[in-house]
Nanobody
Framework: QVQLVESGGGLVQPGGSLRLSCAASGRRISNDVMAWFRQAPGKEREFVASIFRNSGNTQYSDSVKGRFTISKDNAKNTVYLQMNSLQPEDTAVYYC???????????????????WGQGTQVTVSS
């Protein structure tokens, strides 16, 4: 079992940037599929970005493509989400997920991830 701890959330003005971190412990995540999802009040958890195992291949939702970047530091056992040009609609709790078994076609689905962090709040407001 892997434990995930997110950090880096906060309050930012529209157009600003934040970098989220997801630190993993319990096992190495170098060969996991790692992803970021978000959940706004009253809405379902939605896919944001993922990075596939050791390939470095990434996927992004259309709403964040070109603004967000997911990366992984295997030495630090940590995944990051760099978020630029933030907008009020990006406001949500952001969750990190890890999966040792997800396949390429399933990585955008929350059900593919067995391990989740507690989430970190991101609020974009002037």
């Amino acid at each position: 079992q892997v434990q995930l701890v997110e950090s880096g959330g906060g309050l930012v003005q529209p157009g600003g940037s934040l970098r989220l971190s997801c630190a993993a412990s319990g096992r190495r995540i170098s060969n996991d599929v790692m992803a970021w999802f978000r959940q706004a009040p009253g809405k379902e958890r939605e896919f944001v970005a993922s990075i596939f195992r050791n390939s470095g291949n990434t996927q992004y939702s259309d709403s964040v493509k070109g603004r967000f970047t997911i990366s992984k530091d295997n030495a630090k056992n940590t995944v990051y989400l760099q978020m630029n040009s933030l907008q009020p609609e990006d406001t949500a709790v952001y969750y990190c997920g890890a999966s040792s078994s997800a396949i390429w076609s399933s990585q955008t689905r929350a059900t593919a991830y067995a391990n989740w962090g507690q989430g970190t709040q991101v609020t974009v407001s002037s």
